[in-house]
């Protein structure tokens, strides 16, 4: 059973950083795999940030955080990392885990494609 479980979120102001982990159990880091963290704001579609394949190597952004953010693993500790730099209050959402086996290549961000998800860490950027 893979189980996914966000930490790190909070409050914080405009122009300042976080750190999200994604802790990953009952999951083969052997194979070759897509792991995400998507996002969702209030009244708005769940849309994909990040994703990293094949033990890193590639990595996906979506274009409102390029620069700003960087995706990571760490495969002995089974852990995801989002690292969030100049964050804009547009960032404030409920940030997502999420994993599939399945190749998606630049369809990455297809929320649909993931098969485990974790509950979600919230996000919240002032002005």
């Known amino acids: 059973q893979v189980q996914l479980v966000e930490s790190g979120g909070g409050s914080v102001q405009a122009g300042g950083s976080l750190r999200l982990s994604c802790a990953a159990s009952g999951w083969n880091y052997n194979k070759y795999y897509y792991m995400g963290w998507f996002r969702q704001a209030p009244g708005k579609e769940r849309e994909g940030v990040a994703a990293?394949?094949?033990?890193?190597?590639?990595?996906y952004y979506t274009d409102s955080v390029k620069g700003r953010f960087t995706i990571s693993q760490d495969n002995a500790k089974n852990t995801l990392y989002l690292q969030m730099n100049s964050l804009k209050p547009e960032d404030t959402a409920l940030y997502y885990c999420?994993?599939?086996?399945?190749?998606?290549?630049?369809?990455?961000?297809?929320?649909?494609?993931?098969?485990?998800w974790g509950q979600g860490t919230q996000v919240t950027v002032s002005s």
């Open positions: 990293i394949y094949a033990a890193g190597t590639t990595t």
């Open positions: 999420a994993a599939t086996p399945k190749f998606l290549g630049i369809m990455w961000y297809q929320v649909k494609e993931y098969n485990y």
